[in-house]
């Protein structure tokens, strides 16, 4: 569980440095203009991009494997169903079913966007480290109650998951073993205990958050603090970059339609 | 119980996490049945992953551990180690105390009637009869201690670890806690920061820094060496400082 | 369950943002129509983490091990704050888990969230057996967990099946919607059940987490 996301965020490259609301805007604005993309022709220019983007990120190749093996599971789903299900050119066929050629391109299509999209995310929450990126959405005009919420789930998260693995543990210690359905009462007051204790331990930290003066007006809640980040005219410029490649594939694609 | 044997013995045991240096090494460690062990050493000395690779939830790096001469082997069910957590409310989770007393003994296959006399024998020597039926999240810091210990004590193990059973407790409970201990048979392993408390449950005493046994002798011979205490950033309990006009006899 | 990127088309991607910020929209203004919408923050954030670890929980399926959704349950517990606590989820999901996506983050808050607002509409119905009734806070607590599942379930196939495949014929796409409807009821079945023993763990032990509007 404990895949540190901002593992990588303390180097220094030009990505790294890079003001966290621009960068934020370019790589929506790019994964948005890939998801877009519906030509077979333009896969290879948005590998390029974010093949380079990544290596420009110096992160490591490991970071960017050890993510992928879980959506992992998706694609191969999706490489043993479309084949068959779409289309109606047969391209070969395994036994009695036909592998079509519309379902074999449908795939490379959708797993080449997957690929791609997942590597800017990974680049962008990889690149600055999290708590910035929610700082920078509250900068950009996240509503400061999701904001919030935000930073304090990430801040019990693993606590609260280290609770449920010390649980689990004690459980097994008096011998539980999970082996069939009629655990599913067990569990359900194991996740139970997990709420009533989380929503206990919440009371403590409201409790202690009002005596430091949480919510009062004109404390640090009154609105997005914007001096926190600054911009330079080398930040503009990497957004004007990222947007107009954007604007380009879209513009291909229209195109190529 | 074959008093030849030892409840626990542990040859030239090492443990390292992943991506850690050692956090144990070498450690070798006999211990008989019927002896109450305390065990002390500042945080991060290694007490809570000792106990882990004791009950088989961490697999040893190198090394061996046996339990009543029997190899631990880790992920296995081990029911004659019962382990009571630092933090009771990561033991209990039942509606009611009773169903978490419970839960060992079902888990262990016995009949219900059996379950029901464990449940009852658990309670009594815990003190906990008129709790049985409340949720454990309305009980008080002490309660859920003895609830916890209840919950173990019901499996009948033959060890018993303790890790800090005096955290969070008032002086009442405190004091309750030190007569169980003293008038309970099972064989224990005692981690704890409370010195004094070590002092009056224990006959052994041994002192864990940086993953090595340093000291293992009788408590009063550990504790009192003020030097060895001071060393390991501990120090000796109050009531073993000699006294200008003695008042602790 | 949650769908990832790069799957559906940019125009629906679309929609889904502008359908979950207007469900975040109504929530929240719900929210702050209270007397202290601080106070509920710190609660509904370790909640909304404490839902995302006890979704990690496996769930033995002979043969297999299922993780459960929890979102109808969410919509019990939480009330209002459901959906933005599943939104917040999915995000957590999206960017350190790479469960799901960025872009169909909107798409996937509808799909999970939408339903746990009706669910929590329907749990509280119980009312009508008075609160302390077991067996209303069972059965409606079946029904919200089961129908949360179930309806975000064929809201996913339904996307899916008739947006990524596009040479599909329609025959071929109903089939497919169906079967793998019929393929969740199961699924339904356990979260049901489970999001009904919780409730009773709930209002035995700490009824107050059952009010809906923590």
Redesign the interface.
């Known amino acids: 569980m404990k895949l540190q996301l901002d593992e990588y965020a303390y180097l220094n490259t030009p990505l790294h440095r890079w003001d966290p609301r621009y960068k934020l805007i370019s790589f929506m604005v790019l994964i948005f203009a890939f998801s877009f993309v519906h030509s077979l022709y333009l896969l290879p220019g948005m590998v390029a991009v974010s093949g380079t983007l990544y290596i420009v990120s110096s992160l490591p190749l490991s970071f960017l494997l050890a993510r992928l093996r879980l959506p992992g599971f998706f694609l191969l789903m999706m490489a043993v169903l479309l084949p068959f299900l779409s289309g109606q050119n047969a391209l070969f066929y395994l036994g009695p079913l036909a592998v079509k050629q519309e379902g074999c391109l449908d795939l490379l299509l959708i797993s080449v966007k997957f690929l791609c999209i997942l590597t800017l995310v990974i680049i962008l929450f990889g690149t600055t480290p999290f708590l910035t990126n929610i700082k920078a959405m509250r900068a950009l005009g996240l509503s400061s109650i999701l904001a919030d919420m935000i930073l304090f789930s990430y801040r019990y998260l693993y606590d609260i998951g280290d609770k449920l693995k010390t649980m689990e543990t004690a459980m097994k210690l008096r011998g539980f073993l999970r082996r069939n359905l009629k655990s599913l009462g067990t569990l359900a007051s194991l996740a139970g205990t997990i709420l009533v204790r989380s929503y206990e331990q919440s009371d403590r930290v409201y409790k202690a958050m009002i005596l430091r003066g949480y919510g009062q007006a004109g404390g640090t809640r009154s609105g997005p603090r914007r001096d926190e980040f600054q911009a330079y005219p080398r930040d503009l410029a990497g957004l004007l970059v990222l947007v107009f490649i954007a604007v380009a594939f879209v513009v291909a694609e229209i195109c190529l339609r | 119980m074959n008093s030849k044997e030892p409840v626990l013995s542990v040859s030239n045991l090492s443990f390292s996490y992943p991506d850690r240096s050692l956090v144990l090494k070498d450690l070798n460690l006999i211990v008989w049945p019927g002896e109450r062990v305390g065990i002390i050493g500042p945080n991060g000395a290694g007490k809570t992953t000792f106990f882990m690779l004791i009950c088989g939830v961490l697999k040893t790096t190198s090394g061996e551990i046996r339990l009543f001469g029997k190899p631990v082997v880790p992920g296995e069910f081990h029911p004659e180690v019962g382990m009571v957590f630092q933090n009771p409310d990561d033991q209990l989770f039942c509606p009611s105390v009773r169903d978490d007393v419970a839960f060992g003994p079902r888990n262990l296959g016995l009949p219900e009637e059996e379950v029901e006399a464990r449940v009852r024998e658990a309670f009594a020597v815990t003190g906990m009869q008129e709790l049985g039926d409340y949720p454990p999240h309305h009980l008080s810091g002490g309660q859920k201690r003895m609830a916890a210990i209840a919950g173990v004590l019901a499996m009948r193990p033959r060890l018993v670890i303790y890790d800090e059973p005096t955290s969070n407790l008032d002086i009442r409970y405190r004091r309750r806690l030190i007569h169980f201990l003293r008038g309970a048979r099972e064989t224990m392993l005692i981690a704890s920061h409370d010195l004094e408390f070590i002092l009056e449950v224990c006959d052994r005493v041994i002192l864990i820094d940086e993953g090595r046994i340093v000291a293992d002798a009788k408590p009063r011979e550990v504790m009192g060496n003020a030097a060895l205490m001071e060393a390991h950033g501990l120090e000796r309990p109050h009531s073993l400082v000699p006294h200008a006009e003695p008042h602790h006899n | 369950m949650h769908i990832?990127?790069?799957?559906?088309?940019?125009a629906v991607?679309?929609g889904g943002y502008a359908t979950a910020g207007a469900a975040?929209w109504f929530s929240?203004r719900k929210?702050?129509q209270k007397e202290?919408?601080?106070?509920g923050?710190?609660?509904?954030?370790?909640?909304?983490?404490?839902?995302?670890?006890?979704s990690?929980?496996?769930?033995?399926?002979?043969p297999a091990?299922v993780h459960l959704v929890?979102n109808g349950l969410l919509g019990v517990?939480l009330g209002y704050y459901a959906f933005?606590?599943i939104?917040?989820?999915l995000?957590?999901q999206?960017?350190?888990?790479?469960?799901g996506?960025?872009?169909t983050l909107g798409v996937n808050a509808t799909v999970m969230g939408v339903p746990a607002l009706l669910a929590y509409y329907l749990f509280r119905l119980r009312n009508i057996f008075g609160k302390d009734n077991r067996v209303g806070t069972g059965l409606f607590a079946f029904l919200a967990g089961a129908g949360g599942i179930g309806l975000a379930a064929v809201t996913v196939f339904v996307l899916l099946v008739t947006t990524?495949?596009?040479?599909?014929d329609v025959e071929?796409e109903r089939a497919?919607i169906y079967a793998l409807t019929l393929a969740h009821i199961p699924v339904m079945i356990?979260e049901g059940?489970?999001t009904a023993?919780?409730a009773l763990?709930?209002q035995?032990?700490?009824p107050e987490?059952l009010e809906g509007d923590?």
């Open positions: 990832p990127d790069g799957v559906l088309p940019t991607c679309l975040t929240l929210i702050s202290n919408p601080r106070e923050i710190p609660k509904a954030s370790l909640l909304t983490a404490a839902f995302l670890v006890a990690w929980i496996h769930i033995p399926v002979p091990s929890l517990v933005p606590a939104l917040i989820g995000f957590f999206a960017v350190m888990f790479q469960h996506g960025l872009t990524i495949p596009a040479h599909m071929a497919s356990i059940v489970f023993v919780l763990f709930l035995r032990v700490k987490l923590s």
